[in-house]
T-cell receptor, first 112, second 113 residues
């Protein structure tokens, strides 16, 4: 069963605008990760935030985590056409070795 | 480094045929996993391994077998292909602790007719 649920399912913006995607999950986690998938390609790891962290930055990416609400958000600032892709959140549980459980993804379209 | 290499990239099977999807990584990662991706379903875990000789089932293991005889290789076997196994299959690996996230292969697109 899916652990994470991304919102919105699809997002269309213009270049230069910011894009925000949200993820909700159901059970306690060790960390939450965001991945990007370009059409027809494999997934690329973007950023990992641990359960004891509230915010993390990497270049134009900003991730927040609210464990009390079991939710996370991914902000991409100053979007570019090359950011067009599907974005997935994935959670890793906190019981020994836990696998990644993925949401269904947000499809982002950035128009020039 | 090549990262995670999956072969083949595309495959068409007839119902009832068997085949092996290959996955190899050269990063000395302990953990390896197989996922399938279907439209609108995200990625679902099939099988995973935490080290050579150790495997376990994921969310959707039926119809698939795995083995892990070496750290580098983690093949996925389809025993008797069914149309429901038409999907894109991804292999992924990570270091123990997973602090740097998972590295994914480029996928195998499988069609069962």
């Amino acid at each position: 069963s899916q652990q994470g649920e991304e919102d919105p399912q699809a997002l269309s913006i213009q270049e230069g605008e910011n894009a925000t995607m949200n993820c909700s999950y159901k059970t306690s986690i060790n960390n939450l990760q965001w991945y990007r998938q370009n059409s027809g390609r494999g997934l690329v790891h973007l950023i990992l935030i641990r359960s004891n962290e509230r915010e993390k930055h990497s270049g134009r990416l900003r991730v927040t985590l609210d464990t009390s609400k079991k939710s996370s958000s991914l902000l991409i600032t100053a979007s570019r056409a090359a950011d067009t892709a599907s974005y997935f959140c994935a959670t890793e549980g906190n019981s020994g070795y836990s696998t990644l459980t993925f949401g269904k993804g947000t499809m982002l379209l950035v128009s020039p | 480094n090549a990262g995670v290499t999956q072969t083949p990239k595309f495959q068409v099977l007839k119902t009832g045929q068997s085949m092996t999807l290959q996955c190899a990584q050269d990063m000395n990662h302990e953990y390896m996993s197989w996922y399938r991706q279907d439209p609108g379903m995200g990625l679902r875990l099939i099988h995973y391994s935490v080290g050579a000789g150790i495997t376990d089932q994921g969310e959707v293991p039926n119809g698939y077998n795995v083995s892990r005889s070496t750290t580098e290789d983690f093949p996925l076997r389809l025993l008797s292909a069914a149309p429901s196994q038409t999907s894109v299959y991804f292999c992924a690996s990570s270091k123990q602790g997973g602090g740097n996230g998972y590295t994914f292969g480029s996928g195998t697109r499988l069609t069962v007719v």
